[in-house]
C-alpha cells in the first residue's frame, strides 16, 4: 500500500511540473495571472514533495524542512495575489505585492535556526502552527475580498472558489496531522487528486484560468444602467414568465426594457455567462422539469408548448441536451 502511496504522490509532483511548464508557456489569459498561478503551484509541490519524503524517509536535512515551511508559507500569499490579478483591473506586480512572500524568504535565510527550534516540541508545535494560521489568515481575507468585489465576471470569481475549496482541504489535512496524528501523506494524496483534475481540464477546454478581456468590456455601460437592466430581466423571467412565449426574441425583449440588442446581450453574458437564447432555454427547460415531475397527468407535447417550445422535437432535443435524457425517461426516473 505504501508503495502505491509513494507512486501515486511522486506522480502528482511530475504532474505539478507539466501544469507549471504550460502555464508559464501559454499564450492564453494574463501573462501576470499565468506566472502567478505557476508560482502557486510551484509553492504547493515544494510542500507536497517535502511532507512525500517526511513521510518515507526520516532523515531529512534541516535546510530541506525549511525549503518545506517556506513554501508552506508562501501559499497564502499567492493564492492572494492569484486573485489580485484576476479581479483588479490593470493589475502589475510590484515591491508592495512581493512583500507578502518576506517571511517565506526570511525563514529560508534562517534555516540554520530550525534543528534549535526542532529540539523542543512545544515551541515547533507553537511555530508550526502559526505557519498554519497564516495561511488561513490569508485564505479568508482572499475569499471575502474576491465575493465582496465589484468584480462582474461570476466564472472567475467560481473558479478562484474552487481553488480555495481545495487549499482549504489541504489546509485542514495538516491541521489534522497537527493536533490528532491524522497521517501526513493525506495532503500529498488530495494534492496529486487536484493536479490530476487540473490537467484534465486543461485537456479539454486548453486553459484554467482565462481572464483575458471579456468581449464587452469597453462598451461603457453605466453600472447603474447594468443594475436596473439585470433586476428588470430577472423580473421578468420570475414574475412574469417571459421564456413561455414562443415568440419571444432577443429584439422583443430589448424593446420591451427600453435598451439595444447589444447591451442586452453583454448583461446576460456578463451575469449569466450565457447568450441570450441560451437563458431562455434553460428557464424553459427548468420550468419542464419541474411540470414533469409534479404534473404527471400532462402529455409531454403539453408540457413543451406551457414552456415555449413551438414543436415537441425541438422541445426533446432542448431537453436531452441539457438533461441528457429525454423527457418520458426524465419523468419516469423522477
Known amino acids: 500500500m505504501e508503495t502505491v502511496i509513494l507512486i501515486g504522490s511522486l506522480i502528482g509532483i511530475v504532474n505539478s511540473f507539466i501544469l507549471i511548464i504550460y502555464a508559464l508557456t ?12 505557476a508560482f502557486l503551484i510551484l509553492m504547493l509541490t515544494i510542500r507536497i514533495s517535502k511532507s512525500i519524503v517526511v513521510s ?6 534541516d535546510f530541506l524542512i525549511t525549503i518545506g515551511l517556506a513554501g508552506f508559507l508562501a501559499i ?47 515551541y515547533w508545535h507553537l511555530f508550526y502552527r502559526l505557519i498554519l494560521l497564516q495561511y488561513m489568515i490569508y485564505m479568508v481575507v482572499t475569499v471575502f475580498n474576491v465575493n465582496l468585489s465589484d468584480f462582474n465576471r461570476k466564472d472567475l470569481i467560481n473558479q478562484l472558489n474552487i481553488i480555495g475549496y481545495f487549499l482549504y482541504g489541504i489546509w485542514f489535512l495538516y491541521l489534522l496531522n497537527n493536533v490528532s496524528g491524522f497521517p501526513y501523506i493525506s495532503g500529498a494524496i488530495l494534492y ?28 461603457g455601460l453605466k453600472n447603474s444602467e447594468r443594475t436596473r437592466i439585470l433586476g428588470e430581466l430577472k423580473k421578468l423571467l420570475v414574475e412574469e414568465s417571459i421564456y413561455k412565449s414562443n415568440t419571444i426574441s432577443l429584439s422583443s425583449l430589448c424593446k420591451r426594457m427600453n435598451t439595444s440588442t447589444h447591451v442586452l446581450s453583454q448583461v446576460i453574458n456578463e451575469n449569466y455567462n450565457q447568450t441570450f437564447f441560451e437563458l431562455i432555454s434553460e428557464w424553459r427547460i427548468g420550468q419542464a422539469k419541474q411540470l414533469l415531475k409534479e404534473n404527471l397527468g400532462m402529455k409531454v407535447s403539453e408540457i413543451a408548448f406551457e414552456v415555449g417550445y413551438n414543436s415537441l422535437s425541438a422541445f426533446n432535443t432542448a431537453f436531452k441536451k441539457a438533461t441528457g435524457l429525454t423527457p418520458t425517461k426524465y419523468r419516469n426516473e423522477a
Not at 26 to 37: A, H, L, S
Request: proline fraction near 3%.
Open 26 to 37: 501559454t499564450k492564453k489569459g494574463q501573462k501576470n495571472t499565468n506566472y502567478i498561478f
Open 192 to 219: 496529486s487528486i487536484i493536479i490530476y483534475f487540473s490537467l484534465v481540464i486543461i485537456i479539454n477546454k486548453g486553459f484554467i484560468i482565462n481572464n483575458t478581456s471579456p468581449k464587452y468590456k469597453n462598451t
Open 76 to 122: 497564502g500569499p499567492s493564492y492572494y495575489l492569484l486573485s489580485e490579478s484576476i479581479i483588479r483591473e490593470k493589475f502589475k506586480i510590484t515591491v508592495r505585492h512581493l512583500i507578502h512572500l518576506v517571511p517565506s524568504v526570511l525563514l529560508i535565510a534562517l534555516w540554520f535556526l530550525i534543528d534549535d527550534l526542532r529540539s523542543s516540541w512545544d
Open 56 to 61: 518515507f524517509s526520516y532523515d531529512l536535512h
